[in-house]
């Protein structure tokens, strides 16, 4: 098991683009949670995908958009960068009513917006 | 004010000390209380979680949740040069099937052999 992927594991944009991060969460798993994590701080809950929808969202404006696919696997879309988005931007997976048991996070896609 | 307070070190101890990390949170919806460890560009891997107060124990690790107090403890025994990482609390509240998770900043710690 592969556990959580992330890809890429690095990026580079300037301000204004768009970006894509992509995340596999461990098998078995059916909820995705997406995080930011700026240097020096912990991570902030952005929002939470299962059964395809969002279904908790933590207070990110709505540049932050995002998306489950049926096999479980989940996109999150950053539009209009900001300097402020530089962060490691982390995926975790957990069974659904879990969470707090068994979230496993992925290595996170480091982000550098210039 | 931040829901979740956490002091940000860094915290050095010679290997084999008892380590004492804590965080306290003003949010009284919080009923699951976890500790995460990071080591550096890695993502947090989940050590222990408890439900309301109480104790709980996994080997060298105790965990302490007083919610009259709104704080919470990670007890470290013997601890080794490996433990040196970032540690992180993080809460959530019980809301059925969809829970939000907040953490810490993160407390750094360093073993010195």
């Known amino acids: 098991d592969a556990g959580v992927t992330q890809s890429p594991t690095h990026l580079i944009k300037t301000r204004g683009q768009q970006v894509t991060l992509r995340c596999s969460p461990k098998?078995?798993?059916?909820?995705v949670s997406w995080y930011q994590q700026a240097l020096g701080q912990g991570p902030q809950f952005i929002f939470q995908?299962?059964?395809?929808?969002?279904?908790q969202r933590g207070n990110f404006p709505d540049r932050f958009s995002g998306h489950q696919f049926p096999n479980y696997s989940s996109e999150l879309n950053v539009n209009a960068l900001l300097l402020g988005d530089s962060a490691l931007y982390l995926c975790?997976?957990?069974?659904?009513?879990?969470?707090?048991?068994?979230?496993?996070f992925g290595p996170g896609t480091r982000l550098l917006v210039l | 004010q931040k829901e979740v307070e956490q002091d940000p070190g860094p915290l050095s101890v010679p290997e084999g000390a008892i380590v004492s990390l804590n965080c306290t949170y003003s949010?009284?919806?919080?009923?699951?209380f976890m500790w995460y460890r990071q080591y550096s560009r890695k993502g947090p891997e989940l050590l222990m979680y408890?439900?309301?107060?109480g104790n709980k124990e996994d080997g060298r690790f105790t965990a302490q949740v007083d919610k009259s107090s709104k704080y919470i403890s990670l007890f470290i025994r013997d601890s080794q040069p490996s433990d040196s990482a970032t540690y992180l609390c993080?809460?959530?509240?019980?809301?059925?099937?969809?829970?939000?998770?907040?953490f810490g900043t993160g407390t750094k710690l360093q073993v010195i052999p």
């Open positions: 408890t439900y309301s107060s």
């Open positions: 975790a997976s957990s069974p659904r009513d879990k969470i707090q048991e068994t979230q496993y």
């Open positions: 995908y299962y059964e395809e929808e969002e279904r």
């Open positions: 993080a809460m959530s509240p019980y809301s059925g099937g969809y829970q939000k998770v907040t």
């Open positions: 949010n009284s919806a919080f009923q699951y």
């Open positions: 098998s078995g798993h059916d909820t």
